[in-house]
């Protein structure tokens, strides 16, 4: 796990690559959405509130089309953002 969150932490940009596959992944499996939201936490406690509201809206904003291409369903980023994310 160490190597995962140097590589978190190693950028914005592999950051939310971690954060959107893995919120992807929880579709098919749950227990994903651990990581998608320790991933979040980790960015915001190391680099501030700042960091992990941006890294968590970017992320939300490129759930939204994945969320309607696969299920018809344009508040999948959102619901993980509230049900997930923000706890």
Sequence with gaps: ???????IMSGF?????VVSVTALLALFLPLMSLISGAAIALV????????GLSLG??????????GI???????????????????
Excluded: K, N
């Excluded at 915001?44 to 960091?51: D, K, M, N």
């Design 44 to 51: 915001t406690l190391r680099r501030g509130l700042v960091a």
């Design 69 to 87: 291409a696969l299920m018809d369903h344009a508040l999948l980023g959102v619901s993980f953002a509230l049900g997930v994310w923000l706890p």
């Design 13 to 17: 940009v592999p950051a939310l690559a």
């Design 1 to 7: 796990m160490r190597w995962l969150a140097g590589y």
């Design 57 to 66: 809206v970017v992320a939300v904003a490129l759930l939204t089309p994945v």
